[in-house]
Each structure stands twice: as C-alpha cells, then as structure tokens.
C-alpha cells in the first residue's frame, strides 16, 4: 500500500486495519459507485434531474433506486 498511495504510517496502519476488520465496506462502495454509474448512463441527457431523483429518496436502500 506504500507503493501506490501517498499516506502517513499512521494513516496507512488505520486503512489496513479498516479493511482487515470491515472487508465488505469497500465492495459496498464499489457496488454503490457501479450502480449510480449504471443509472448515470440512462439519464445521460439531463444529469439534473438524474440528481434530483437521486437525491429525492434520501437514504434508502439500493434496490430501491
């Protein structure tokens, strides 16, 4: 990780033990980044309104989008 990102010794040690203690968080990002992109792609004509309907929901469950 050293290698490829440029953070401290103790930042670096604090992502390790994230994603040691918590691995599915960061598929759940990427499945949450995947998604909106998916959905970005059917709206590519009007990116307003795809936000507005983004946002309209509030939190809710990804499906559900």
Do not use: T, W
């Amino acid at each position: 990780m050293k290698k490829y990102v440029d953070l401290g010794e103790k930042d670096l040690e604090n992502e390790i033990y994230r994603y040691s203690l918590y691995p599915g968080q960061a598929l759940a990002y990427k499945i949450g980044e995947l998604k909106f992109k998916e959905l970005k792609d059917k709206k590519k004509k009007d990116i307003k309104k795809f936000h507005h309907d983004i946002l309209k929901f509030g939190s809710c469950l990804l499906f559900l989008l």
